[in-house]
C-alpha cells in the first residue's frame, strides 16, 4: 500500500534518520552527567522514605528519619524501595531513572496518539517539543520527582475516556480509567479525583442536550419547569450509572481503600487523610494573599507559554480565524480542548502551583498549538515566516555561547576545548540543514536546545554538585559516614539536619539515622551548637551548610571519644 501525499510530506520534513539522530542527541543530552549532581528538592525526601522502607521492612507506614511521614502515597516509594533492593545502588542514578523513563514514555504515547490523530508532523512536534521545552529540558528532566510518571498515568487515563467514548466501548473506558486513577491516587493523591471526576462528566455529556435547552427556552426554566431539564441532565449523564462503572468504581476502591484499611491497622488514619488534604489545598487561594492571587491569575497562561517555549511560539501564526475550524473538525483536538478547558482552572485558581503538577496537560497544549500552527504555516501565513526567521536569527547567535569559558575562566573543566568543537559542529550542521533543507524548523530547534543542554551537562552540573548547598550536604553526609564507621548516627533534640545529608548517611551506612531526644552515648551525635553543652561530648569536626544556618557538629559516642580538639 502506498503512503498518501500528507505522509510523504512529512516524511520529507521529518526525515527517519534526521529523526533516528535527533533522538540519540535528545538521549544522549538527557542521560549524561545524570549521576553527578547532588540530590536536588524533593528528591532527597523521596530516597529517604524509600530506603527506609526497604531496612526497616515496614512498607504500610511510610517513615522518614525514624518518624512518620504524611505528606504522600507509598506507591512511589514502593517503586523506588524495589528499584533499591534489586540493583543494590542508591546513588542519585537510581533515584532519578523513574523520572527518565517517564518522559520517555510521555514522548512515545505523544508521538503514536498525535501520528494517529493529527498526523506523523504534529505528533513529532509534541513529543519534541515536550521533551526540549524550556522548563522540562533545563530543571525537571534532571531530577527525581513523581511527576513525570504520574503525568504519563494521568495522560493515559485521559486518552482511555477519549477512545472509551469514541468507541463506545464503556467497559474499557471505566474499567481502566477507574483503574488508572487508583494507581494515581496511591502516586499523589487528590489531584488524581479530580482529574477523573471532571474528564469524565465534562466528555460523556452529549453536548446535544444543550442544544436542547437552548430550543427549548431559558425563560421556561427560570419559570420553574424543571422536569424537562431534569430529563435533558438524565439524558446526559446516563453513562455513569451502568455496571461498567461501578466496576470501575470497585476497581478505584479496592486498591486504595485496601492499603488504608491496612494502614489504620497500625497507624492513626486520620492523621495521614487531614494530612494529605493539608497538602493538596496549600497550592491554593485559602493560603495565599489576595495579591499573590491577583498576580497569579493575570500570569499564568503567560507562564504555561513560558514554559514550553520557544515551541509556544508556534501559536504565534495559529491566532487567526480559521483555527477555530481547525479545532471543530477534529474530534480529538476537541477534546483536547475540552479536557484543557475543565481542568486548568483549579490551577489557575491556586497560586502556589508548581509548573511540573501540569505537565499531563502539556500534550494536549501543544496538539493544538501544533495543529493550528501547521495549518496556518500551509496557508501562507505571514507570520509563520516572520517567526521562523525570527528563531533563525536566535540559532545563529546561540552558536558562540559553546565558548562562553574563554570569559569565564572558572567552567575551564578538562577538556572544554574539545566539547565546545564538537558542539559547534552539530550546530553548525543544524545551520546547513536549516538553509539548505525543508526539514522542520521546529524540529532544527529542538536539536539545538539538546546540544545546549550537552553543553550544560558538561559545565554546570559538575558546578552544582560542588558548590550548591545540596553538593555541600552531601560532602557533610559524606564526611559523618567517614568518621562513623560501622556506628550508628543520630540527629540531637531539633537540630536541623536536613534530608539530603541524613540520606547520604543512611544510604552509605544502611542505617536509619533517627532523630533522638535524649542522649545516646553509643551513638555519633549530630548537635546543633546551641545545644552543645547539653550532650556534654567533644566534637571532632562540623559544618553548615548555608550561611544562616547553625553551625552542626559531629560528636562520636562517649565510649570512644576522640582527642582532636
Known sequence: MSRSAPECAASRLAPPVF????IGLEVAAYLWNLEAMALWGDEAIRGLVSLEMLL????????????????????????????????????????RLPGVAGFALMALTIFWVGRRELGRRVGLFGAFAYLAGVRILSYDSMLGHIDPLYSWLTFCSFLVIYYGRRHERWWLLFTVSWLLCGVGYLLKAMPSLLFQVL??????????????????GYRRVVAGRLGPVLKMAWRGLHRLFCWPHAVGLLLFLLPVGGYFYLYSEAHSLRLYILNLWDQSAQRTVTQH???????????????VLAQLAPFSLLLVPGLRRASVAVVGRSPFLRFCFVVLLVNLPAYWLSPGTYPRYLFMLYPLILYLIGSVGYAAAEAGSVWADRVEG??????????????????VPEFRASGWIWLALGCSLLHAGVVVLWLRTGIDRWLLVAAVLFVLRLLFDFHAIPH?????????????GLRVVELSGAEPVASYAWTPLNDYTRYYISSRKQQVVPRVEIDRPDHWLIVDE???????????????????????????PIGGQSSTP
Open 19 to 22: 529523526v533516528a539522530g535527533l
Open 56 to 95: 526497616t521492612g515496614e512498607y504500610i507506614v511510610p517513615h522518614k528519619g525514624g518518624e512518620f511521614y504524611y505528606d504522600k502515597p507509598p506507591l512511589y516509594n514502593w517503586l523506588l524501595s524495589g528499584l533499591f533492593g534489586l540493583t543494590g545502588r542508591f546513588d542519585e542514578w537510581m533515584i
Open 199 to 216: 474528564t469524565l462528566v465534562v466528555w460523556l455529556y452529549d453536548g446535544r442536550q444543550v442544544r436542547w435547552l437552548r430550543r427549548f
Open 289 to 303: 494573599s489576595g495579591w499573590a492571587t491577583v498576580l497569579h491569575l493575570l500570569t499564568f497562561p503567560f507562564d
Open 390 to 407: 525570527f528563531l533563525l536569527g536566535v540559532v545563529v547567535l546561540v552558536g558562540v555561547s559553546y565558548w562562553f569559558p574563554v570569559v
Open 464 to 476: 552544582r554538585a560542588t558548590h550548591s548547598p545540596e553538593g555541600r550536604s552531601k560532602a557533610a
Open 530 to 556: 546551641h545545644l552543645l553543652y547539653q550532650v556534654r561530648r567533644q566534637p571532632v569536626d562540623s559544618f553548615r551548610i548555608r550561611s544562616h544556618e547553625s553551625q552542626l557538629y559531629i560528636c562520636p
